[in-house]
């Protein structure tokens, strides 16, 4: 028997809606942001050391989760801001590209600033706004 291909509630197969990157969930409502953008790191353990490096709270529980390309397009078209880490920003631009966002590549080769301790990540941020 075939296997079908599985399609996510948005109605994209998995060619269509790959995982860009991952997110910190400390809770339904309480993601790690860098200042009010939601962090998407491109691997779970890039992810892992952000948290241990600068959250206020390294200890605190959070959720690991996967985002995909659709939940980041359904979020930044309603105003929601991302902060992309290099590896997740370069899977995200293209499929973003083609989407009809106006994203490129970005230059993640500056120096992280002065007194910045632990792991560093350069972030990119996304973010949609309507002109009425």
Do not use: W
């Not at 691997?43 to 948290?51: D, E, F, G, P």
């Not at 997740?88 to 106006?102: D, S």
């Amino acid at each position: 028997m075939a296997k079908r291909k599985r399609r996510s509630t948005r109605g994209y197969n998995a060619a269509d809606n790959p995982v860009i990157g991952y997110l910190a969930a400390f809770s339904p409502l309480e993601l790690l942001c860098d200042a009010d953008a939601c962090i998407i790191a491109g691997t779970a353990a890039r992810l892992k050391a952000y948290v241990a490096a600068h959250h206020p709270r390294p200890e605190a529980r959070y959720e690991v989760q996967p985002v995909r390309l659709a939940e980041l397009l359904t979020g930044i078209r309603a105003g929601l801001p991302y902060a992309f880490d290099e590896a997740a920003y370069r899977r995200f631009y293209p499929p973003a590209q083609r989407a009809g966002l106006g994203v490129g590549p970005e230059d993640f080769s500056a120096p992280p600033p002065p007194g910045v301790t632990g792991p560093a990540i350069h972030l990119v941020r996304v973010q949609h706004f309507r002109i009425r």
